[in-house]
Nanobody
């Protein structure tokens, strides 16, 4: 069982930055993939960024060059640094982990970007 706790959301003006954190209850080295998803009202859930156990990363086209996913294994934490935020980045952001064939989700953290 893996528990994920996100933090760091909030409200910011367009062009601003936010940093999200996701703390896992187990060593992140035991997790195959960790991802950030977002879900805006009326929209489909969207994969934003992912980091594999080996450290490779992927990003959605909409956030490439603006968002950075990283991890701190000593803190069992994955981060999402979000720069140059746009109103269309407004959504609830969820941390996801794939471990031993099971999927785990955090409760989400709200990000609101005003124009």
């Amino acid at each position: 069982q893996v528990q994920l706790v996100e933090s760091g959301g909030g409200s910011v003006q367009a062009g601003g930055s936010l940093s999200l954190s996701c703390v896992a209850s187990v060593s992140i080295f035991s997790i195959n993939n960790m991802r950030w998803y977002r879900h805006a009202p009326g929209m489909q859930r969207e994969l934003v960024a992912s980091i594999r156990s080996g450290g490779s990363t992927d990003y959605a086209d909409a956030v490439k060059g603006r968002f950075t996913i990283s991890r701190d294994s000593a803190k069992n934490t994955v981060y999402l640094q979000m720069n140059t935020l746009k109103p269309e980045d407004t959504a609830r952001y969820y941390c996801y982990a794939d471990s031993n064939g099971s999927d785990y989700w955090g409760q989400g953290t709200q990000v609101t970007v005003s124009s």
